[in-house]
DNA sequence: ATTACTAGCTGTCGAGTAA
DNA sequence: TTTACTCGACAGCTAGTAA
Protein backbone atom coordinates (compact mmCIF):
# COMPACT_ATOMS: atom_id res chain seq x y z
CA UNK A 1 0.00 0.00 0.00
CA UNK A 2 1.48 3.21 -0.86
CA UNK A 3 -2.06 5.31 -0.80
CA UNK A 4 -1.26 9.27 -0.53
CA UNK A 5 -2.93 10.30 2.57
CA UNK A 6 -2.18 13.85 0.84
CA UNK A 7 -4.60 13.45 -1.48
CA UNK A 8 -7.63 15.78 -1.33
CA UNK A 9 -9.06 14.69 -4.50
CA UNK A 10 -9.19 17.92 -5.51
CA UNK A 11 -7.31 20.10 -7.77
CA UNK A 12 -5.06 22.94 -6.26
CA UNK A 13 -6.77 25.78 -8.60
CA UNK A 14 -10.30 24.91 -6.76
CA UNK A 15 -8.68 24.31 -3.23
CA UNK A 16 -7.55 28.29 -3.10
CA UNK A 17 -10.76 28.88 -4.60
CA UNK A 18 -12.33 26.94 -1.50
CA UNK A 19 -9.82 28.86 0.72
CA UNK A 20 -11.28 32.30 -0.92
CA UNK A 21 -14.86 31.03 0.00
CA UNK A 22 -14.21 30.13 3.62
CA UNK A 23 -11.82 33.64 3.41
CA UNK A 24 -15.40 35.40 2.42
CA UNK A 25 -17.50 33.91 5.17
CA UNK A 26 -18.67 30.82 3.67
CA UNK A 27 -17.81 28.52 6.29
CA UNK A 28 -19.80 29.74 9.01
CA UNK A 29 -23.27 29.89 7.10
CA UNK A 30 -24.54 30.61 3.68
CA UNK A 31 -22.86 33.95 1.84
CA UNK A 32 -24.71 36.07 -0.83
CA UNK A 33 -22.29 37.02 -3.82
CA UNK A 34 -22.29 37.26 -7.29
CA UNK A 35 -19.69 35.86 -9.75
CA UNK A 36 -18.57 39.36 -10.59
CA UNK A 37 -17.57 39.91 -7.21
CA UNK A 38 -16.47 37.02 -6.08
CA UNK A 39 -14.58 36.68 -9.65
CA UNK A 40 -12.21 40.39 -8.10
CA UNK A 41 -11.69 38.79 -4.90
CA UNK A 42 -10.30 36.07 -7.23
CA UNK A 43 -8.64 38.07 -9.05
CA UNK A 44 -10.13 36.34 -12.19
CA UNK A 45 -12.41 36.45 -14.94
CA UNK A 46 -16.52 36.11 -13.77
CA UNK A 47 -16.59 33.31 -16.28
CA UNK A 48 -13.75 31.32 -14.48
CA UNK A 49 -15.52 32.14 -10.74
CA UNK A 50 -18.65 30.13 -12.31
CA UNK A 51 -16.72 27.63 -13.53
CA UNK A 52 -14.84 26.83 -10.15
CA UNK A 53 -18.14 27.45 -8.04
CA UNK A 54 -19.64 24.69 -10.69
CA UNK A 55 -16.75 22.91 -10.13
CA UNK A 56 -16.83 22.94 -6.15
CA UNK A 57 -20.51 22.18 -6.19
CA UNK A 58 -20.12 19.59 -8.35
CA UNK A 59 -17.58 17.75 -6.13
CA UNK A 60 -19.95 18.21 -2.79
CA UNK A 61 -17.73 20.90 -1.66
CA UNK A 62 -20.19 23.88 -1.67
CA UNK A 63 -23.76 24.07 -1.76
CA UNK A 64 -25.44 27.00 -3.87
CA UNK A 65 -28.96 28.23 -4.41
CA UNK A 66 -28.46 30.10 -7.83
CA UNK A 67 -30.82 33.54 -7.94
CA UNK A 68 -30.88 36.33 -9.09
CA UNK A 69 -28.55 39.61 -7.38
CA UNK A 70 -26.23 37.00 -6.45
CA UNK A 71 -26.15 33.35 -5.30
CA UNK A 72 -25.56 32.07 -1.66
CA UNK A 73 -23.16 29.97 -1.35
CA UNK A 74 -22.07 28.12 1.81
CA UNK A 75 -19.30 25.05 2.15
CA UNK A 76 -20.53 21.75 2.74
CA UNK A 77 -19.11 19.73 5.55
CA UNK A 78 -16.80 17.76 3.00
CA UNK A 79 -15.51 21.17 2.11
CA UNK A 80 -14.70 22.25 5.74
CA UNK A 81 -12.70 19.08 6.05
CA UNK A 82 -10.74 19.49 2.53
CA UNK A 83 -9.32 22.69 4.16
CA UNK A 84 -8.84 21.23 7.29
CA UNK A 85 -6.71 18.69 6.18
CA UNK A 86 -4.35 21.20 4.86
CA UNK A 87 -4.40 23.17 8.09
CA UNK A 88 -3.67 20.00 10.34
CA UNK A 89 -0.70 19.09 7.54
CA UNK A 90 0.79 22.55 7.95
CA UNK A 91 0.22 22.88 11.81
CA UNK A 92 1.74 19.44 12.29
CA UNK A 93 4.64 20.31 9.88
CA UNK A 94 5.16 24.39 10.79
CA UNK A 95 4.07 24.12 14.37
CA UNK A 96 6.06 20.74 15.15
CA UNK A 97 2.54 19.26 16.01
CA UNK A 98 1.81 17.84 19.29
CA UNK A 99 -0.90 15.37 18.79
CA UNK A 100 -3.91 16.75 20.71
CA UNK A 101 -6.03 14.07 22.09
CA UNK A 102 -9.66 14.58 22.14
CA UNK A 103 -11.86 12.85 25.00
CA UNK A 104 -15.67 12.72 25.24
CA UNK A 105 -17.36 10.57 27.81
CA UNK A 106 -20.99 9.57 26.35
CA UNK A 107 -24.06 7.23 27.82
CA UNK A 108 -24.04 3.89 26.63
CA UNK A 109 -27.97 3.27 25.00
CA UNK A 110 -30.16 0.93 22.87
CA UNK A 111 -29.45 1.88 19.57
CA UNK A 112 -31.28 0.02 16.95
CA UNK A 113 -28.69 -2.32 16.61
CA UNK A 114 -28.40 -1.36 12.87
CA UNK A 115 -24.54 -0.77 13.36
CA UNK A 116 -24.55 -4.67 13.44
CA UNK A 117 -25.96 -5.43 10.65
CA UNK A 118 -23.43 -3.62 8.48
CA UNK A 119 -20.54 -4.99 10.39
CA UNK A 120 -21.79 -8.10 9.27
CA UNK A 121 -21.42 -7.30 5.54
CA UNK A 122 -17.66 -8.72 4.44
CA UNK A 123 -16.72 -5.62 2.45
CA UNK A 124 -16.94 -3.53 5.65
CA UNK A 125 -15.47 -5.84 8.13
CA UNK A 126 -12.28 -7.12 5.58
CA UNK A 127 -11.24 -2.58 5.12
CA UNK A 128 -11.74 -2.32 9.40
CA UNK A 129 -9.28 -4.98 9.49
CA UNK A 130 -6.87 -3.88 7.11
CA UNK A 131 -7.38 -0.18 8.46
CA UNK A 132 -7.28 -0.74 12.24
CA UNK A 133 -6.16 -4.11 12.93
CA UNK A 134 -8.66 -5.55 14.24
CA UNK A 135 -11.48 -7.84 13.49
CA UNK A 136 -14.66 -5.75 14.56
CA UNK A 137 -17.51 -7.49 17.00
CA UNK A 138 -20.55 -7.72 15.03
CA UNK A 139 -22.06 -4.47 16.99
CA UNK A 140 -22.12 -1.11 17.95
CA UNK A 141 -21.57 0.60 21.23
CA UNK A 142 -23.99 3.71 21.06
CA UNK A 143 -22.79 5.88 23.22
CA UNK A 144 -24.63 9.77 23.98
CA UNK A 145 -22.70 13.15 24.41
CA UNK A 146 -23.40 15.49 26.58
CA UNK A 147 -24.56 18.74 25.01
CA UNK A 148 -21.19 20.19 26.70
CA UNK A 149 -19.05 17.69 24.21
CA UNK A 150 -20.78 18.69 20.66
CA UNK A 151 -18.46 21.64 19.99
CA UNK A 152 -15.55 19.46 20.70
CA UNK A 153 -17.23 16.86 18.53
CA UNK A 154 -17.51 19.42 15.61
CA UNK A 155 -13.95 20.26 15.74
CA UNK A 156 -13.39 15.97 15.38
CA UNK A 157 -15.46 15.88 12.57
CA UNK A 158 -13.32 17.92 10.62
CA UNK A 159 -10.24 15.97 11.47
CA UNK A 160 -8.54 13.11 8.94
CA UNK A 161 -10.00 10.04 9.48
CA UNK A 162 -9.88 6.99 7.80
CA UNK A 163 -11.91 5.90 5.29
CA UNK A 164 -13.93 3.07 4.65
CA UNK A 165 -15.31 2.77 1.09
CA UNK A 166 -19.30 2.23 0.45
CA UNK A 167 -20.37 -0.45 -1.92
CA UNK A 168 -23.25 -2.46 -2.88
CA UNK A 169 -24.31 -6.26 -2.85
CA UNK A 170 -27.19 -7.52 -4.68
CA UNK A 171 -29.87 -6.08 -2.62
CA UNK A 172 -28.99 -2.77 -1.24
CA UNK A 173 -26.28 0.08 -1.18
CA UNK A 174 -23.80 0.93 1.54
CA UNK A 175 -22.69 4.24 2.03
CA UNK A 176 -18.87 4.86 3.03
CA UNK A 177 -18.15 6.01 6.54
CA UNK A 178 -14.92 7.15 8.61
CA UNK A 179 -13.21 5.77 11.37
CA UNK A 180 -11.16 7.51 13.92
CA UNK A 181 -9.11 4.64 16.12
CA UNK A 182 -9.65 5.11 19.73
CA UNK A 183 -9.25 4.04 22.97
CA UNK A 184 -11.88 2.81 24.82
CA UNK A 185 -11.90 3.42 28.95
CA UNK A 186 -8.46 3.73 28.56
CA UNK A 187 -7.77 -0.07 28.26
CA UNK A 188 -9.08 -1.57 24.89
CA UNK A 189 -8.81 -0.59 21.35
CA UNK A 190 -11.76 0.32 19.14
CA UNK A 191 -12.92 3.17 16.98
CA UNK A 192 -15.61 5.90 16.35
CA UNK A 193 -17.21 5.13 13.07
CA UNK A 194 -18.95 7.91 11.21
CA UNK A 195 -21.41 7.37 8.44
CA UNK A 196 -20.75 9.25 5.52
CA UNK A 197 -23.01 11.40 3.79
CA UNK A 198 -25.51 10.92 6.55
CA UNK A 199 -26.88 14.05 8.56
CA UNK A 200 -26.07 12.02 11.32
CA UNK A 201 -27.12 13.35 15.12
CA UNK A 202 -23.45 14.58 16.18
CA UNK A 203 -24.44 13.95 19.89
CA UNK A 204 -24.65 10.13 18.79
CA UNK A 205 -21.34 7.92 18.90
CA UNK A 206 -21.38 4.30 17.39
CA UNK A 207 -18.31 2.35 18.71
CA UNK A 208 -16.60 -0.75 17.73
CA UNK A 209 -14.29 -2.72 19.37
CA UNK A 210 -12.69 -6.52 18.19
CA UNK A 211 -14.51 -7.30 21.52
CA UNK A 212 -18.28 -7.15 23.19
CA UNK A 213 -17.53 -3.95 24.57
CA UNK A 214 -21.05 -4.61 27.06
CA UNK A 215 -19.36 -7.97 28.83
CA UNK A 216 -16.05 -6.12 28.61
CA UNK A 217 -16.86 -3.41 30.99
CA UNK A 218 -20.43 -4.49 32.67
CA UNK A 219 -22.43 -1.77 30.75
CA UNK A 220 -25.87 -0.61 31.58
CA UNK A 221 -27.75 1.55 29.81
CA UNK A 222 -27.04 4.74 31.23
CA UNK A 223 -23.45 3.85 32.26
CA UNK A 224 -20.67 6.47 31.37
CA UNK A 225 -18.06 5.71 28.73
CA UNK A 226 -14.53 7.26 28.01
CA UNK A 227 -13.33 7.37 25.08
CA UNK A 228 -10.11 8.78 23.54
CA UNK A 229 -9.17 9.97 20.22
CA UNK A 230 -5.62 11.33 19.31
CA UNK A 231 -5.29 13.34 16.60
CA UNK A 232 -3.85 13.68 13.53
CA UNK A 233 -3.97 10.41 12.19
CA UNK A 234 -0.11 9.98 11.52
CA UNK A 235 0.91 9.44 7.96
CA UNK A 236 3.67 6.89 7.92
CA UNK A 237 6.71 8.83 8.66
CA UNK B 1 -6.22 50.39 -2.38
CA UNK B 2 -7.93 46.91 -2.86
CA UNK B 3 -4.70 45.27 -2.54
CA UNK B 4 -5.12 41.53 -1.92
CA UNK B 5 -3.96 40.76 1.61
CA UNK B 6 -4.39 36.84 0.30
CA UNK B 7 -1.84 37.28 -2.73
CA UNK B 8 0.12 35.05 -2.11
CA UNK B 9 2.44 35.77 -5.76
CA UNK B 10 2.62 31.86 -6.31
CA UNK B 11 0.58 29.84 -8.73
CA UNK B 12 -2.13 26.88 -6.71
CA UNK B 13 -0.34 24.03 -8.24
CA UNK B 14 3.42 25.39 -7.18
CA UNK B 15 1.67 25.98 -3.35
CA UNK B 16 0.97 22.33 -3.41
CA UNK B 17 4.71 21.12 -4.73
CA UNK B 18 5.94 23.61 -2.31
CA UNK B 19 3.79 21.64 0.70
CA UNK B 20 5.15 18.59 -0.61
CA UNK B 21 8.02 19.04 -0.05
CA UNK B 22 7.46 20.37 3.64
CA UNK B 23 5.98 16.88 3.84
CA UNK B 24 8.68 15.47 2.79
CA UNK B 25 11.12 17.92 5.47
CA UNK B 26 12.64 20.29 3.09
CA UNK B 27 11.62 22.88 5.25
CA UNK B 28 13.96 21.91 8.23
CA UNK B 29 16.90 21.31 6.11
CA UNK B 30 18.15 20.13 3.05
CA UNK B 31 16.85 16.98 1.49
CA UNK B 32 18.16 14.70 -1.33
CA UNK B 33 15.41 13.38 -3.80
CA UNK B 34 15.51 12.65 -7.41
CA UNK B 35 12.56 14.44 -9.36
CA UNK B 36 11.72 10.94 -10.05
CA UNK B 37 11.08 9.98 -6.77
CA UNK B 38 9.53 13.13 -6.03
CA UNK B 39 7.41 13.02 -9.06
CA UNK B 40 6.21 9.53 -7.34
CA UNK B 41 5.28 11.27 -4.29
CA UNK B 42 3.36 14.11 -5.69
CA UNK B 43 1.54 11.81 -7.91
CA UNK B 44 2.96 13.60 -11.38
CA UNK B 45 5.47 12.80 -14.06
CA UNK B 46 9.41 13.20 -13.60
CA UNK B 47 8.96 15.78 -15.94
CA UNK B 48 6.19 18.00 -14.24
CA UNK B 49 8.17 17.44 -10.68
CA UNK B 50 11.52 18.90 -11.75
CA UNK B 51 9.46 21.75 -14.15
CA UNK B 52 8.02 22.49 -10.95
CA UNK B 53 11.21 22.23 -9.21
CA UNK B 54 13.16 24.68 -11.63
CA UNK B 55 10.10 27.49 -11.16
CA UNK B 56 9.86 27.53 -7.55
CA UNK B 57 13.29 27.92 -7.27
CA UNK B 58 13.34 30.83 -10.13
CA UNK B 59 10.48 32.46 -7.63
CA UNK B 60 13.31 31.90 -4.78
CA UNK B 61 10.86 29.35 -2.91
CA UNK B 62 13.79 26.54 -2.61
CA UNK B 63 17.04 26.46 -2.97
CA UNK B 64 18.53 23.25 -4.96
CA UNK B 65 22.09 22.33 -5.73
CA UNK B 66 21.75 20.09 -8.71
CA UNK B 67 24.00 16.76 -8.66
CA UNK B 68 24.08 13.14 -10.10
CA UNK B 69 21.88 10.65 -7.86
CA UNK B 70 19.15 13.22 -6.75
CA UNK B 71 19.11 16.99 -5.82
CA UNK B 72 19.42 18.53 -2.74
CA UNK B 73 16.53 20.85 -1.92
CA UNK B 74 15.45 23.32 0.59
CA UNK B 75 12.85 25.62 1.14
CA UNK B 76 13.63 28.87 1.29
CA UNK B 77 12.75 31.54 4.08
CA UNK B 78 10.18 32.66 1.83
CA UNK B 79 9.04 29.29 0.46
CA UNK B 80 8.48 28.77 4.78
CA UNK B 81 6.33 32.46 4.35
CA UNK B 82 4.31 31.28 1.27
CA UNK B 83 3.02 28.40 3.30
CA UNK B 84 2.64 29.93 6.31
CA UNK B 85 0.66 32.75 5.28
CA UNK B 86 -1.63 30.21 4.41
CA UNK B 87 -1.76 28.38 7.51
CA UNK B 88 -2.21 31.50 9.32
CA UNK B 89 -5.17 32.37 7.07
CA UNK B 90 -6.67 28.91 7.85
CA UNK B 91 -5.88 29.18 11.04
CA UNK B 92 -7.67 32.71 11.86
CA UNK B 93 -10.71 31.28 9.74
CA UNK B 94 -10.85 27.97 11.26
CA UNK B 95 -10.07 27.85 14.89
CA UNK B 96 -11.05 31.33 15.40
CA UNK B 97 -8.06 33.06 15.45
CA UNK B 98 -7.19 34.83 18.88
CA UNK B 99 -4.57 37.54 18.33
CA UNK B 100 -1.45 36.38 19.50
CA UNK B 101 0.93 38.84 20.54
CA UNK B 102 4.80 38.56 20.28
CA UNK B 103 6.73 40.30 22.85
CA UNK B 104 10.29 40.81 23.00
CA UNK B 105 12.86 42.51 25.22
CA UNK B 106 15.85 44.16 23.55
CA UNK B 107 19.38 45.94 24.33
CA UNK B 108 19.23 49.22 22.84
CA UNK B 109 22.74 49.74 21.27
CA UNK B 110 24.42 51.63 18.65
CA UNK B 111 24.18 50.19 15.56
CA UNK B 112 25.93 52.62 12.28
CA UNK B 113 22.63 54.59 11.49
CA UNK B 114 22.20 53.15 8.08
CA UNK B 115 18.71 53.02 8.83
CA UNK B 116 18.55 56.83 9.02
CA UNK B 117 19.76 56.91 5.29
CA UNK B 118 17.21 54.67 4.09
CA UNK B 119 13.81 56.26 5.78
CA UNK B 120 14.82 59.63 4.21
CA UNK B 121 15.02 58.13 0.74
CA UNK B 122 11.41 59.87 -0.12
CA UNK B 123 10.06 56.73 -1.18
CA UNK B 124 10.20 54.52 1.80
CA UNK B 125 9.13 57.58 3.63
CA UNK B 126 6.13 58.05 1.57
CA UNK B 127 5.10 54.09 1.82
CA UNK B 128 5.66 54.36 5.29
CA UNK B 129 3.07 57.03 5.68
CA UNK B 130 0.49 55.13 3.97
CA UNK B 131 1.18 51.83 5.31
CA UNK B 132 1.92 52.00 8.64
CA UNK B 133 0.35 55.89 9.41
CA UNK B 134 3.00 57.54 10.36
CA UNK B 135 5.87 60.03 9.23
CA UNK B 136 8.96 58.00 10.82
CA UNK B 137 11.18 59.90 12.89
CA UNK B 138 14.86 59.72 10.42
CA UNK B 139 16.73 56.65 12.35
CA UNK B 140 16.22 53.89 13.79
CA UNK B 141 16.17 52.47 17.37
CA UNK B 142 18.52 49.42 17.36
CA UNK B 143 17.79 46.14 19.85
CA UNK B 144 19.36 43.42 20.62
CA UNK B 145 17.70 40.60 21.31
CA UNK B 146 18.55 37.65 24.32
CA UNK B 147 19.61 34.17 22.84
CA UNK B 148 15.94 33.02 24.46
CA UNK B 149 14.06 35.03 22.21
CA UNK B 150 15.34 34.31 19.36
CA UNK B 151 13.24 30.92 18.36
CA UNK B 152 9.75 33.80 19.18
CA UNK B 153 11.92 35.66 16.52
CA UNK B 154 12.05 33.26 14.03
CA UNK B 155 8.58 32.50 14.63
CA UNK B 156 7.49 36.02 13.81
CA UNK B 157 9.83 36.50 10.78
CA UNK B 158 6.82 33.65 9.13
CA UNK B 159 4.53 35.63 10.05
CA UNK B 160 2.78 37.85 6.93
CA UNK B 161 3.99 41.56 7.56
CA UNK B 162 3.23 44.54 5.84
CA UNK B 163 5.56 45.30 2.05
CA UNK B 164 7.74 47.64 1.66
CA UNK B 165 8.22 47.97 -2.02
CA UNK B 166 12.14 48.29 -3.09
CA UNK B 167 13.02 50.96 -5.81
CA UNK B 168 15.85 52.53 -7.22
CA UNK B 169 17.40 55.77 -7.70
CA UNK B 170 20.24 57.40 -9.85
CA UNK B 171 22.87 56.53 -7.52
CA UNK B 172 22.00 52.97 -6.07
CA UNK B 173 18.98 50.52 -5.38
CA UNK B 174 17.17 50.06 -2.43
CA UNK B 175 16.14 46.68 -1.47
CA UNK B 176 12.59 46.01 -0.31
CA UNK B 177 11.71 45.49 3.38
CA UNK B 178 8.77 44.05 5.50
CA UNK B 179 7.45 45.67 8.78
CA UNK B 180 5.17 44.93 11.79
CA UNK B 181 3.39 47.48 13.39
CA UNK B 182 4.80 47.39 17.37
CA UNK B 183 3.73 49.06 20.59
CA UNK B 184 6.96 50.18 21.67
CA UNK B 185 7.39 50.20 25.79
CA UNK B 186 3.99 49.16 25.65
CA UNK B 187 3.11 53.47 25.30
CA UNK B 188 4.15 54.33 21.62
CA UNK B 189 3.78 53.05 18.33
CA UNK B 190 6.29 52.25 15.82
CA UNK B 191 7.09 49.39 13.69
CA UNK B 192 9.96 46.43 13.19
CA UNK B 193 11.32 46.51 9.97
CA UNK B 194 13.22 44.21 8.30
CA UNK B 195 15.51 44.17 5.48
CA UNK B 196 14.25 41.85 2.17
CA UNK B 197 17.24 39.53 1.31
CA UNK B 198 19.56 40.34 3.59
CA UNK B 199 21.09 37.38 5.48
CA UNK B 200 20.33 39.45 8.97
CA UNK B 201 21.45 38.98 12.34
CA UNK B 202 18.11 37.66 13.62
CA UNK B 203 19.15 39.19 17.18
CA UNK B 204 18.98 42.58 16.03
CA UNK B 205 16.02 44.53 15.80
CA UNK B 206 15.78 47.77 13.96
CA UNK B 207 12.56 49.87 15.32
CA UNK B 208 11.15 53.25 13.60
CA UNK B 209 8.08 55.10 14.96
CA UNK B 210 7.43 58.65 14.62
CA UNK B 211 9.67 60.35 17.57
CA UNK B 212 13.19 59.90 18.57
CA UNK B 213 12.84 57.27 20.87
CA UNK B 214 15.84 57.45 22.59
CA UNK B 215 14.79 61.29 23.61
CA UNK B 216 11.11 59.68 24.65
CA UNK B 217 11.98 56.48 27.00
CA UNK B 218 15.84 58.52 27.98
CA UNK B 219 17.12 56.05 26.39
CA UNK B 220 21.48 54.96 26.77
CA UNK B 221 23.14 51.56 25.29
CA UNK B 222 22.39 48.71 27.54
CA UNK B 223 18.59 49.68 28.29
CA UNK B 224 15.99 47.93 27.73
CA UNK B 225 13.25 47.97 25.64
CA UNK B 226 9.97 46.17 25.43
CA UNK B 227 9.03 45.79 21.93
CA UNK B 228 5.15 44.17 21.45
CA UNK B 229 3.90 43.12 17.90
CA UNK B 230 0.21 41.52 17.73
CA UNK B 231 -0.56 38.98 14.77
CA UNK B 232 -1.71 38.56 12.18
CA UNK B 233 -1.98 41.58 10.13
CA UNK B 234 -5.77 41.42 10.06
CA UNK B 235 -7.29 42.16 6.58
CA UNK B 236 -10.04 44.15 6.23
CA UNK B 237 -13.63 42.70 7.43
C1' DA C 1 -28.94 43.01 -13.04
C1' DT C 2 -27.68 37.84 -12.82
C1' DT C 3 -25.35 32.83 -14.54
C1' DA C 4 -23.22 30.23 -17.97
C1' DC C 5 -22.28 28.78 -23.00
C1' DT C 6 -18.98 29.02 -27.05
C1' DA C 7 -14.67 30.08 -29.22
C1' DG C 8 -10.07 30.78 -29.29
C1' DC C 9 -5.76 31.56 -26.63
C1' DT C 10 -2.33 30.34 -23.30
C1' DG C 11 -0.18 27.51 -19.97
C1' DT C 12 0.43 22.96 -18.06
C1' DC C 13 1.09 18.21 -18.82
C1' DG C 14 3.79 14.07 -19.99
C1' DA C 15 6.08 10.89 -23.68
C1' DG C 16 10.17 10.85 -25.99
C1' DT C 17 14.72 11.88 -25.81
C1' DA C 18 19.14 14.51 -25.25
C1' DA C 19 22.82 15.70 -22.27
C1' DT D 1 21.73 6.62 -13.19
C1' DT D 2 20.57 11.79 -13.10
C1' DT D 3 18.13 16.67 -14.95
C1' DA D 4 15.79 18.99 -18.38
C1' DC D 5 14.69 19.97 -23.43
C1' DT D 6 11.03 19.69 -27.35
C1' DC D 7 6.53 19.26 -28.74
C1' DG D 8 1.80 17.44 -29.32
C1' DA D 9 -2.40 17.12 -26.48
C1' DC D 10 -5.54 19.15 -23.61
C1' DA D 11 -7.06 21.71 -19.39
C1' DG D 12 -8.05 26.22 -17.79
C1' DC D 13 -8.51 31.02 -18.95
C1' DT D 14 -10.90 35.15 -20.91
C1' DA D 15 -13.86 37.84 -24.25
C1' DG D 16 -18.04 37.92 -26.30
C1' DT D 17 -22.64 36.81 -25.87
C1' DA D 18 -26.91 34.18 -24.86
C1' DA D 19 -30.50 33.28 -21.65
Redesign the pocket.
Known sequence: MQGKDTDRGI?P?LWFTLYELLNLGAGAGSVK?????FSSSLG?????A?????LLEQGGLVSRS?S????LIRITEEGLRTLNDVYVGLKDLLEGGEAETYAFEGKVFGGLHEGAYYLCQGDYREQIAEKLGFDPYPGTLNLRLDAADLEKRRKLELMPALQLRGFKDEERAFGSARCYPALINDEVEGALIVAERTTYDLSVMEIISPIYLRDRFNLEDGDIVRVSISSPQRSSP
Do not use: M
Open positions: KFISTTECSQQSSRHLRVAGGS
